[in-house]
């Protein structure tokens, strides 16, 4: 069995990668394993720089391939806010809350045809040090409500309105939000990838 080290130390990732990895024998191995701080500054401008940003940090510390990912919400009518700076909108180290409070806010004057939104990840993969980076893309695509809805999920969850459902996101049931979501979406297309390429080996 090989392993992929997932450049994160979220458990809900690695769990979420596990089951990708495991029918194409791979091991997805979270970067405390490293024994080593890895840190790395979150100052891209786009999804693909801090993805590939968290991969780099890595370089030097892993010879084997290694993954990593950076998600975000993009509101078109604020210019693409917030962005890669999702986490930290209302500002550093602010809650989920905080967050989806100030954009509400940002958006109070925009009606139902100008709240469209939609949710990004971007994968950054790279099978072995010397390897290309290749990069996969998942989109969920939806609006903002106009108030809070639901008790599930985690960061924008309970504002945003998935299409072709009634309901936010953290409305819906998690196993459900994981079939459809930007991540697992993103997943799909790196599980292709290496189904394609460990089948070459
Ligand atoms: P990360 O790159 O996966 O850590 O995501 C950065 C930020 O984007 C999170 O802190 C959330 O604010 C937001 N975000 C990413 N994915 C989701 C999601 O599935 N639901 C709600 N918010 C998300």
Redesign the pocket.
């Known amino acids: 069995m090989d392993d992929l080290l997932v450049v994160t130390q ?1 458990l809900g990732k690695i769990r979420e990668m596990s089951s990708i990895c495991a029918p194409l024998a791979l091991r997805a191995l979270p970067i405390s394993i490293l024994n080593k701080t890895v840190s790395w500054q979150e100052e891209g401008s786009t999804f693909r720089e801090n993805a590939l940003t968290k991969l780099n940090a890595v370089q030097g510390l892993w010879a084997g391939a290694s993954l990593s ?5 993009v509101v078109p009518k604020l210019g693409g806010e917030p962005g890669v700076y ?2 930290r909108y209302a500002g550093e180290g602010s809650s ?1 809350k905080a ?1 989806f409070e100030k954009l509400l806010h940002e958006m109070r004057e925009l009606k139902a045809g100008d709240r469209d939104a939609f ?1 990004v ?1 971007c994968l950054a993969y790279r099978a072995h040090l010397d390897a290309k980076v290749q990069f996969f893309y998942g989109c969920l695509t939806g609006r903002i409500a106009c108030a809070p809805e639901g008790q599930g ?5 309970p504002i ?1 309105l998935v299409d072709g459902y009634q309901q936010t ?1 953290a409305a819906l049931p998690e196993s459900e ?1 994981n079939k459809i ?3 697992s979406r993103a997943m799909q297309k790196l599980k292709k990838f290496l189904i394609k390429n460990l089948l070459k080996k």
């Open positions: 979220n990912d950076d998600s975000g919400l999702s986490s989920d967050n949710f990840t999920g985690f960061g924008y969850d945003f996101l939000k979501s930007h991540r």
